[in-house]
């Protein structure tokens, strides 16, 4: 029996059933528009700066010779925990792990490298002799002074039509925010779980 008009395509193949319409979320979480929008914005945010060529561009710009060691991305990590850790107490690669929330081996391989770069110096710790006591060079603090000023200026850039109390409340919301995610970070199974989730039906 052939098929009829109603059950075929113009050209003779079965015609695609018709798509059912998406209902309406009945997860509150789902059905929130504030949410929505915050994580598409935050996915458009790692997109706008998470750009391929910006750190080729430092690289470039901070290569001061031909044998020179261009600046990399985790110089300037290493640089701002060390700097940050300064400020509180003795700053060993421990310290700098913890701060950057990495391993020790990797912590250690980070910090020799900016080490190697010139930007951070090792010396022995007064309180113990076997660790050693990490702190900023003259070039490690100029270039965490050049990096706070070029983000700075981008940001007051970004924001040249804020009010004073509109970054003021920015301020105090990202930063509330981003506490809120350090104490509770994404983790793995939590993926895992998504997939699952959307593979169920």
Same mark, same amino acid.
């Given at each position: 029996?052939?098929?009829?008009?109603?059950?075929?395509?113009?050209?003779?193949?079965?015609?695609?059933?018709?798509?059912?319409? &998406?209902?309406?979320?009945?997860? *509150? $979480?789902? /059905?929130?528009? =504030?949410?929505?929008?915050?994580?598409? +914005?935050?996915?458009?945010?790692?997109?706008?700066?998470?750009?391929?060529?910006?750190?080729?561009?430092?690289?470039?710009?901070?290569?001061?010779?031909?044998?020179?060691?261009?600046?990399?991305?985790?110089?300037?990590?290493?640089?701002?925990?060390?700097?940050?850790?300064?400020?509180?107490?003795?700053?060993?690669?421990?310290?700098?792990?913890?701060?950057?929330?990495?391993?020790?081996?990797?912590?250690?391989?980070?910090?020799?490298?900016?080490?190697?770069?010139?930007? &951070?110096?090792?010396?022995?710790? *007064? $309180?113990? /002799?076997?660790? =050693?006591?990490?702190?900023?060079?003259? +070039?490690?603090?100029?270039?965490?002074?050049?990096?706070?000023?070029?983000?700075?200026?981008?940001?007051?850039?970004?924001?040249?039509?804020?009010?004073?109390?509109?970054?003021?409340?920015?301020?105090?919301?990202?930063?509330?925010?981003?506490?809120?995610?350090?104490?509770?970070?994404?983790?793995?199974?939590?993926?895992?779980?998504?997939?699952?989730?959307?593979?169920?039906?």
């Amino acid at each position: 029996m052939g098929m009829t008009r109603e059950n075929s395509s113009p050209l003779g193949r079965p015609a695609e059933p018709p798509e059912r319409p &998406v209902p309406a979320p009945s997860d *509150p $979480v789902l /059905a929130d528009p =504030a949410l929505a929008e915050i994580s598409l +914005a935050l996915f458009h945010l790692r997109r706008v700066w998470a750009k391929p060529d910006l750190m080729k561009r430092i690289r470039a710009q901070t290569s001061s010779g031909p044998g020179a060691r261009p600046l990399q991305l985790s110089n300037l990590m290493v640089v701002h925990a060390v700097a940050a850790l300064n400020a509180e107490a003795e700053v060993t690669v421990g310290a700098v792990a913890e701060r950057l929330e990495i391993d020790p081996s990797t912590a250690s391989r980070l910090v020799g490298h900016a080490i190697d770069a010139g930007l &951070v110096s090792r010396r022995p710790s *007064p $309180v113990d /002799a076997r660790r =050693a006591n990490l702190g900023l060079t003259a +070039a490690g603090a100029r270039v965490k002074q050049v990096a706070d000023r070029s983000r700075r200026a981008y940001l007051d850039e970004l924001m040249a039509d804020w009010t004073p109390d509109e970054r003021t409340d920015f301020a105090r919301l990202l930063t509330r925010f981003t506490d809120a995610a350090a104490r509770a970070p994404m983790e793995a199974d939590r993926v895992d779980r998504i997939f699952e989730e959307a593979h169920a039906d």
